[in-house]
């Protein structure tokens, strides 16, 4: 087996987690909602309380500018809503709305259903080692980005 087509192997299966998300929202009539607002709305339903734009940064680890593209995109369709900081014009607060928590349901349906669909009949063992081994090569990847910063 040829092992140098892993990063094609990655963005296809990527492609594919994508189109079953996308196919579910669809089919569900949800809009606004895109499979990269995952790791923000997993972050935010973890809270009980409104939390600076800074920390969901920090949490999903993207740029700032991608993120806020994001919390905008939440926003204008009524997922979240902003709040002012009361003692610093420099922050921003974010909490998810009525409707942003009602999408809690659908949001973890269609995660299971992914789930279902990504790992098939692979055991546990196996579920285990592949992410093991995603989880290495994601840290050798970084160790080199960190040392070309």
Do not use: W
């Amino acid at each position: 087996m040829d092992t140098r087509g892993i990063v094609g192997h990655i963005a296809r299966i990527r492609e594919q987690a994508n189109i079953v998300i996308e196919t579910e929202l669809r089919d569900r009539s949800i809009a606004g909602i895109m499979p990269a607002h995952g790791e923000v709305l997993v972050f935010l339903f973890q809270q009980s309380k409104p939390v600076p734009i800074k920390s969901v940064v920090e949490k999903v680890r993207r740029a700032k500018s991608t993120v806020t593209g994001m919390i905008n995109t939440l926003e204008r369709h009524g997922y979240i809503r902003k709040l002012p900081c009361k003692t610093d014009n420099r922050v921003t607060y974010i909490e998810l709305t009525q409707k942003g928590r009602r999408f809690r349901k659908d949001f973890d349906e269609i995660s299971r259903l992914l789930l279902e669909r990504l790992y098939g009949d692979m055991n546990e063992k196996n579920r285990e080692h592949l992410v093991g081994q995603l989880r290495r090569i994601k840290q050798n990847l970084q160790a080199y980005s960190m040392t070309k910063v």
